[in-house]
């Protein structure tokens, strides 16, 4: 019942609006959708994507890397979309790799393994020095209705970090495919981790991720 209460008010909200901003096109297509939307009301809606508004890091300040391993890396919410599915089914396959995850547990347990380590929330200022000297960062999340209609800050962010990225696909983010990694299944994730212990080398240029941010 509050649902539809919700519901039926941000539609007469979106009706009454001048102009409307949404973060992603699957938001603006989900209102579109729900709402009926005529012509004239969709063309209020206005696509105003994330950005980066923080500090640029240099890039001569990238860690040591260690050659024998792979360091993995997550940074942000651990919550029921986070695939550990195939975090696991990774640390089978591949003894050379290990995962560090940090950021705050919402409702999920982080599996116990010795090579994951889990360390928490941090400060915002305080990520970088934990990251520093890690390989790779990862988006590792279950496709669904929420995840679709995300822009996710995360990325803009990981990119500022200068390392080689991960995630899943789905057609929101596939526009930072100049810098990410993106796999479909468990088959694309482990070619990329095969790639990425072979060949340590940035997908990007320093030029491109500073245009970007």
């Known amino acids: 019942e509050g649902r539809l209460k919700v519901k039926k008010q941000e539609g007469q909200l979106i009706k009454r609006a001048d102009v409307v901003l949404v973060s992603s096109l699957k938001l603006k297509e989900n209102l579109i959708k729900d709402y009926e939307l005529s012509e ?3 063309n209020k809606l206005h696509l105003v994507r994330n950005g980066y508004n923080g500090d640029i890091i240099s890039s001569e300040n990238q860690g040591e890397v260690n ?3 792979l360091t993995i890396t997550y940074v ?3 919550s029921h979309w986070f695939d550990f599915d195939t975090i696991l089914k990774s640390l089978e396959d591949f003894d050379n790799i290990e995962y560090k995850i940090i ?4 409702n999920v347990e982080v599996p116990q393994d010795k090579r994951i380590t889990y360390i928490g929330s941090v ?5 970088y020095n934990h990251i520093a000297s890690d390989d790779v960062l990862i988006m590792p999340f279950k496709v669904n209705e929420i995840i679709e209609a995300v822009d996710p800050v995360k990325l803009y962010e990981y990119i500022n970090f200068s390392k080689n990225i991960i995630s899943v696909r789905y057609k929101e983010i596939e526009r930072f495919s100049e ?3 993106f796999y479909n299944n468990y ?6 981790i095969i790639k990425l212990l072979e060949n340590r080398s940035l997908k990007y240029t320093q030029e491109a991720r500073l245009k970007f941010l």
């Open 179 to 181: 810098f990410v990694y």
């Open 123 to 127: 400060k915002h200022e305080d990520i």
């Open 76 to 78: 942000g919410t651990i």
């Open 187 to 192: 088959s694309d994730y482990k070619s990329i």
């Open 67 to 69: 050659k024998n391993k």
């Open 40 to 42: 004239e009301e969709q």
């Open 103 to 106: 950021g705050p547990i919402d």
